[in-house]
């Protein structure tokens, strides 16, 4: 297996050390990989003039799995778009056709108290949105804002699926549900769009290939208030790339702390990107203060989808739940009565608590 490693900017270097150095330490213990890394963002802006240089894309495109940091600072907002760090992860989703994105949202016990939420409402939670990514009313044409005969502007967008695009992002729905409690929940808006009338019928067509999983439908306005009135109902839910986009920032909110989520994008074969879901930090890179806990679940992550190696990857996530229980806390997630600590020792806990 070959993995490209693409740290970026701000804190996304910093992050992914720390989860190299627990992939290092789980290397030769029944798991062999070759890691190389490449400079994405603004580092390889500013050592090529180019976000995405040739060499890394072409890095990316032969790798089985990529590691990925965050991307952007304020030194690059004024660059064109083309040209600045962001545009590079976008590209890069494009060119390797990652259509698939997973979200987990997960509460470990110890933080239960960072939610804004009733820690008995969220205590446990442990839900995965399964969001399609390259499809959807972001992508549909024609859009536009055109003048009408009247003189008044008229903004336009066109939301669009084939069934062929519903398909396999039900299959990748259905695939995230048997590897955990077997239960999947569609998100539509049938009630009113003739897409998710196509949805809803392809996704439960679907279904009969797998009978062990149990498939319910909801409404995307529904979805909202459920996350918040009992978000513990749901397993893993399946949605368009709009709904998605929004239900996965509600969920992730449940959680209370951005530095400890991670991301999968995954394409049809199952190669995927695997990233923090958090941006480059410039408020707080270059200080040790970075919470690498979303990155090495991202790593968690990246041994479960792309490698098959669903032990490893549960021994990953049980040593950041073991530091959590110790105590260990980065800045982020302190309490009083807890023990502060920075990115690096962060990581060397989890590694030490690999056992
Ligand atoms: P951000 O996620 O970088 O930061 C938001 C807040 O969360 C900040 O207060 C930050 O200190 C905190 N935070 C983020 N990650 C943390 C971690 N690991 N540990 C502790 N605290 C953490 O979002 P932003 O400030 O809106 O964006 C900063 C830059 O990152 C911008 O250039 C933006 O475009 C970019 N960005 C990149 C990605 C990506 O690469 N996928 C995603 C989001 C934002």
Redesign the pocket.
Known sequence: MKIAVLP?DG??AE?IAEAVKVLAALKGRGLAFEIEQAPIGGAAYDASGDPLPEATLELATKADAILFG????PRYDALPREKRP?NA?LRLRKELNLFANLRPASVFAELADASTLRPEVVAGLDILIVRELTGDIYFGRPRGIRKLKSGVREGFDTMRYTDEEIRRIAHAGFRAALKRNRKLCSVDKANVLETSQLWREVVSTVGKEYAAVELTHMYVDNAAMQLLKNPRQFDVIVTGNMFGDILSDEASMLTGS??MLPSASLDEKGKGLY??I???????AGKD???PL?AILSAAMMLRHSFDQERVAARVEIAVKKVLAQGYR?A?IFRRGTRRVGTREMGDAVVAALG
Request: proline content about 7%.
């Open positions: 970026g804190v996304g992050v965050a991307v952007g600072g962001e992860i951005i530095g990233e923090p958090h941006g480059s930090a410039p408020d707080i203060l970075a919470n979303a980065t982020d």
